[in-house]
């Protein structure tokens, strides 16, 4: 009896991908907390940051390795992912280091496509495999390949560390180039072009599921419409029956 109590409370130990993501999403938040609170706390940040992208690609590495993928962890790994770039994005923004409009595109983009998935998710379409949303090999290679996902989780990390540096180098009491202006102004543009870079390939990479998602559904409307005008014209031709019976 102790054996077995034993090996069930190794399986229950076990990290699975699911557990890896709510970690990961833990560790992502700690770390925007820790930013503005002085320059050790923005270098810990970074250094969060990083485990938190790497903590990205672990649940992915568990999944294939151990055949765990699901639709479900399918779908909370990328509920993560949108946590992850809003909380960091949305923080940037509110103390004036990106536009506001950069979360607001990155929702925007994340819901249109969320909704997209879950409706395809309801008709029986999986993120992979024969029967997958995605039909065009571009849409695959840009969403679904591994390239794709290791540059696009590669961009926001090095976007976010980046971030967390300029706040430690340039804001603060501590900061270590606030008075240098022309570091500064450097520093700025190249936030400026790496946090719009990364949202231009958010925005790439988010086109196939749109453009297949409104393919996917105008067909599924037609057929519906179809069958609301068969049934529309099966009541007339019933009441004309009638009238005429009369």
Not at 137 to 149: E, K
Not at 176 to 199: K, N, P, Y
Request: charged letters at 15%; hydrophobic letters at 50%; a positive charge.
């Amino acid at each position: 009896m102790s054996g077995r109590w034993i090996r069930l409370r190794q399986v229950d130990m076990r990290w699975t991908p699911n557990k890896v993501t709510l970690l990961r999403v833990a560790v992502g938040f700690a770390a925007v907390c820790l930013f503005g609170r002085g320059a050790w706390a923005n270098l810990t940040a970074v250094s969060l940051t990083v485990t938190t992208i790497a903590l990205d690609a672990l649940d992915g590495h568990i999944a294939r390795k151990r055949k765990m993928a699901t639709p479900i962890g399918a779908q909370l790994d990328i509920l993560g992912d949108r946590m992850i770039e809003n909380v960091y994005f949305t923080y940037f923004a509110v103390v004036g280091m990106v536009s506001l409009w950069l979360p607001v595109l990155f929702f925007a983009r994340g819901a249109a496509t969320d909704f997209i998935r879950g409706l395809a998710m309801k008709a029986g379409h999986s993120g992979w495999g024969a029967n997958a949303l995605l039909r065009t090999w571009w849409g695959q290679a840009l969403v679904a390949s591994r390239w794709s996902r290791g540059l696009y989780a590669a961009m926001k990390c090095l976007c976010f560390c980046y971030l967390g540096l300029e706040l430690a180098l340039t804001r603060g009491p501590v900061a270590v180039v606030s008075e240098l202006a022309a570091d500064v102004h450097a520093i700025r543009f190249g936030a400026q072009a790496l946090t719009w870079t990364t949202a231009v390939f958010c925005l790439v990479r988010g086109l196939p599921v749109l453009v297949e998602g409104w393919k996917y559904i105008a067909g599924s409307v037609g057929p519906v419409r179809g069958e609301k005008n068969a049934s529309r014209k099966s009541i007339r031709d019933a009441k004309s029956a009638a009238q005429e019976a009369m």
